[in-house]
């Protein structure tokens, strides 16, 4: 092993220095109140597992026109940022620290969160699946193809979710471009088929996002922003000729800000089974200069492993912490792991969400 960290050592993640590298991923858990705002309940939740070095919450909508699931949270009007929050305060107390991931998603969504409204999209295909909506599974429709002269607004809604973000009191913000989402639609060559200045190469491919990261440093210091990419990722019938060559790229750009980190998904085991053109994170690792946190079905083992070996700075579990509110603690005392139960991950009330118990408890 090169060195002595863990993920037990610190690490200082833009302004920050956190103590720990075990991050809390986000994660849809469809718990938002009416109008998508945060609840008292949510709070309880993510302050219970403060001692996460990060916590990055779910996707927030950066717009109406950003929804695609039942009960998922806002970050665009005044109702949202007053329900967020009482989680940042929450959190802060308990001296953790929480940045908002900022959402959009694109085709990934359906009419009936539109008003009869088409969800907007680079190009006009429609994805394989269903969705699930108020009413139950539908199958997805055929989005609308954005205009190039509406491109500017989605510009406008990303850096509006973070300056709304900083004024809930969020300690950075996350930029959703990853998991077949809008950002990552317009990254890839299967979904983006544009012929503007935002389509066909892969430096016109890139250019909303860019654009974004370039308009949220008007309202939040860059080392406050995180990037979040799924180079190998199938999720939502997502895909790419060369990836490798396409995130390489991205990675590369990723280079010009200081940022407060790149997290990148892991390969998971269904992207492999779907098919996926794998790209290596020590392929990224490579190019990318700044802070990493990986993510993917990591343990204690594999995320020890991967900060030893320099390709990561810190690791955000996902479905460990949702059965752990004291995952920390745990991973460092050796003590047994709750299982999280997935019948309860999308919606519900505090069974399986706030009711998990701490290894004292």
Not at 311 to 316: H, K, R, S
Request: glycine share 10%; net charge negative.
């Amino acid at each position: 092993m090169k060195n002595r960290k863990n993920i037990f050592t610190g690490v200082n993640i833009g302004p920050f220095n956190l103590p720990n590298r075990i991050f809390m991923a986000p994660m849809t858990r469809c718990r938002a109140g009416e109008g998508n705002v945060p609840t008292p309940l949510m709070a309880k939740y993510y302050s219970q597992r403060a001692s996460a070095g990060l916590i990055i919450t779910e996707g927030s909508q950066v717009s109406e026109q950003a929804v695609g699931y039942p009960s998922t949270p806002g970050i665009h009007n005044a109702e949202q940022v007053g329900g967020w929050k009482t989680i940042t305060d929450a959190i802060h107390k308990k001296n953790g620290h929480i940045f908002l991931q900022l959402w959009h998603v694109g085709r990934i969504s359906h009419p009936d969160f539109h008003g009869g409204e088409l969800p907007v999209a680079p190009s006009a295909i429609v994805p394989n699946g269903n969705i699930a909506t108020y009413e139950g599974m539908k199958s997805f429709v055929t989005p609308r193809a954005l205009e190039t002269d509406e491109i500017s607004q989605i510009v406008d809604q990303f850096k509006n979710g973070a300056k709304n973000a900083m004024d809930a009191g969020f300690d950075g913000v996350e930029i959703h471009s990853a998991n077949g989402y809008l950002l990552d639609q317009f990254l890839r060559d299967r979904t983006n088929r544009r012929n503007d200045m935002y389509g066909g190469s892969i430096e016109n491919r890139t250019r909303l996002l860019l654009e974004i990261i370039e308009a949220i440093t008007t309202v939040c210091e860059i080392d406050r922003v995180g990037v979040r990419l799924a180079p190998s990722g199938t999720f939502n019938d997502i895909s790419d000729s060369d990836p490798k060559k396409l995130f390489g790229y991205v990675a590369d750009q990723m280079n010009r800000f200081n940022l407060a980190y790149l997290h990148i998904i892991d390969a998971l085991e269904s992207d492999i089974r779907h098919g996926a053109k794998v790209v290596s994170l020590h392929y990224l690792r490579n190019i990318y200069k700044g802070k990493i946190i990986i993510s993917g079905g990591y343990d204690k083992e594999k995320g020890n492993s991967v900060i030893a070996e320099e390709d990561a700075d810190a690791v955000a579990f996902g479905k460990m912490f949702i059965a752990n509110p004291d995952l920390p603690e745990r991973l460092k005392s050796g003590a047994p792991l709750n299982e999280a139960d997935p019948s309860t991950f999308y919606g519900g009330s505090e069974k399986g969400y706030t009711d998990y118990p701490t290894s004292e408890e």
